[in-house]
């Protein structure tokens, strides 16, 4: 299985969201990070980056997820209409 990085996230906590993400929507995710940078707990530079990679065969509906969710699409405050039913 070919794996295709397409997305870069620049720690830890970024990759695991965007892996939770892409999961809800069956995609197959794996993370890779430079071995020292994870050793070491780094989550800011080079060391720190964290690809997220995907099947060759979901590259493009996990790309169009992803530009959705840049996009704002995909939102975490959802839009809800607060009614006074008393």
Same mark, same amino acid.
């Given at each position: 299985?070919? %794996?295709?990085?397409i *997305? ?7 990759a695991?969201? $965007?892996?939770?993400? %892409? ?5 197959? $995710? ?11 707990? %780094?989550s800011?530079?080079y060391?720190?980056? $964290? ?15 992803i530009?959705?969710? #840049?996009?704002?699409? *995909? ?9 006074? #039913?008393?």
């Amino acid at each position: 299985m070919n %794996l295709i990085n397409i *997305y870069t996230a620049a720690g830890q906590l970024e990759a695991e969201m $965007v892996k939770a993400f %892409l999961k809800s929507k069956d995609i197959q $995710v794996i993370l890779n990070q430079e071995s020292i940078g994870r050793t070491l707990g %780094l989550s800011a530079g080079y060391l720190g980056e $964290v690809d997220v990679l995907v099947p060759e065969s979901q590259v493009i509906q996990a790309s169009e997820f992803i530009a959705l969710m #840049e996009s704002g699409e *995909y939102s975490d405050s959802p839009d809800i209409e607060l009614t006074d #039913e008393s």
